[in-house]
């Protein structure tokens, strides 16, 4: 009987979609119990820590970005699916929706303008390159939405989709701790701030941690704010002197 | 095969909302045009198909799950953010907080203001 070496063993496995697939669901799995056992503090948010466990594991043996996606698009595949099913707890909700419009979209457009203002303010204040200013611009919409707007108004559309994602994980460590200092107790106004502030990865932690009304309303901030943001933003960026 | 159905109607969507932005050439993606899709026949049929429930809750309950994979692509850009570390830490964490502590304020003051005024009419002022 022939042994295989270990390392051909690792040549084959790491070549193989089914390695990444399952290190991703393990690791997701591992961080949702330490994050468990931890008293589910949202500082260590499972998806900030399995990303983490996992950078740390392609680093660890040398495996760049793109094999790990082979196998990890399988899950990336069902963001589309997933977004579609907002509409399900969005028309659940639809009567509570109708009734907060006004109150729903301006407290949208609020929110759009203080971010976008205060991250071209503060990030021209402390010196940052236009390019990186650029493709921080639109760090709070979904990164779909946001790589498109970064490349219109000149930014770096892969650093753009880096930004959102640590926008996102940043957005669900603050969230608890401004709602708590403001006194917030309402699901739907907790959901649709994460929503806006913090896109998907907000939306998820609405639905996760808050319930299926604040996941709805999550949802909704979400898409606002991506389609309310991709007319505002370049008008925006050009009175800042911009393009 | 409620799963097949359910997975169908969801693709199905998605898929008109690529077709939609991309014969159009709108910024937004697909997806969340065929969220909008799946919104307007829901409302049309007035009811949401058990299968679809089934197979769209299902994928809403591990959409954390579904962010992991781009996350992991953070590691690629590592060597942009380093050559402005400090300005963007700073102003992630500066301004995703303003924009939190905003929103919520806005929407909470908006909100009680509009339910005081719905509940004139009724007479309860």
């Keep these: 009987m022939n042994v295989a070496t270990l390392d051909q063993l690792w040549v084959y496995l790491s070549g193989n979609p089914l390695l990444s697939l399952l290190a991703t669901l393990l690791a997701f799995a591992l961080a949702v119990r330490i994050n468990r056992a931890v008293g589910g503090t949202p500082l260590l948010h499972p998806v900030t820590l399995s990303i983490f466990m996992l950078i740390t594991l392609l680093l660890v043996v040398d495996m760049d970005y793109r094999t790990y996606f082979e196998g990890a698009q399988f899950i990336h595949f069902l963001l589309g699916p997933a977004t579609v099913a907002l509409a399900i707890p969005l028309y659940d909700h639809r009567e509570r929706v109708r009734r907060l419009l006004w109150p729903l979209l301006l407290a949208c457009g609020a929110g759009i303008v203080t971010a976008v203002a205060s991250t071209l303010g503060l990030a021209m204040l402390l010196g940052a390159r236009t390019e990186t200013l650029l493709s921080l611009a639109p760090r709070s919409v979904t990164s779909p939405i946001a790589m498109g707007i970064a490349e219109q108004i000149g930014g770096i559309p892969s650093l753009a989709a880096g930004l959102v994602l640590l926008t996102g994980s940043i957005g669900c460590a603050l969230g608890p701790w401004i709602f708590r200092l403001l006194r917030i107790k309402d699901p739907v106004v907790q959901g649709f701030t994460l929503g806006l502030a913090a896109h998907g990865f907000g939306t998820a932690h609405a639905f996760a941690r808050l319930g299926a009304v604040a996941g709805a309303f999550s949802g909704l901030a979400m898409g606002l704010t991506g389609l309310l943001t991709a007319f505002l933003l370049p008008l925006m960026t050009r009175l800042f002197g911009f393009g | ?125």
Aim: charged share 15%; net charge positive.
């Design chain 2, 1 to 125: 095969m409620p799963l097949i159905m359910g997975m169908s109607m969801l693709l199905a969507c998605q898929f008109a909302g690529e077709l939609v932005a991309r014969g159009l050439t709108l910024p937004i993606p697909g997806p969340v045009i065929g969220m909008v899709i799946l919104l307007g026949a829901l409302m049309i049929r007035g009811k949401v198909p058990s299968s679809l429930r089934l197979t769209g809750e299902g994928l809403l309950r591990y959409l954390t799950l579904l962010f992991v994979p781009a996350g992991v692509g953070l590691m690629v850009h590592f060597e942009l953010i380093g050559a402005d570390l400090w300005p963007i830490a700073v102003t992630l964490v500066a301004s995703t907080a303003v924009t939190l502590a905003v929103t919520a304020w806005v929407l909470e003051r908006l909100q009680q203001g509009h339910a005081r005024r719905n509940d004139r009419p009724r007479g309860r002022a």
